[in-house]
């Protein structure tokens, strides 16, 4: 198999896995929460009673979620709008200063032990 072919099928594959992976996180969140009770909640205080289908609530709610995820992650865009760093490449960043420090720290204890 030629090998740009099966980078490619990894990358499909990986890609794969995050997105359900990332669902199922979401889901379970909103499971831990009880966010069906809560718009159950929602619609009774505001209008006596709770639909027995889907309802605009969670339509909106799952809208809004989509495109703030797609929004605060600058994603799907083929010019960034801004030149800020993204979430991710600020924890890297972060992770990468740590790692650094570490080694560092590391190396002035084996001094003084020395």
Do not use: C
């Amino acid at each position: 198999m030629d090998r740009n072919l099966w980078t490619i099928i990894k990358a499909i594959l990986v890609g794969i896995v995050i997105f359900f992976g990332s669902g199922f996180s979401i889901m379970a969140f909103h499971n831990d929460i009880g966010i069906v009770n809560l718009f159950a909640q929602i619609y009774e205080q505001s209008l006596g009673k709770a639909p027995e289908s889907i309802g605009g609530l969670e339509i909106g709610y799952s809208i809004g979620l989509s495109l703030g995820i797609l929004i605060f992650f600058n994603h799907f865009s083929l010019k960034k709008k801004e030149t800020d760093p993204t979430p991710l490449q600020v924890e890297m960043s972060k992770y990468e200063q740590d790692v650094e420090d570490t080694i560092e720290r590391i190396k002035e204890k084996e001094k003084q032990q020395s």
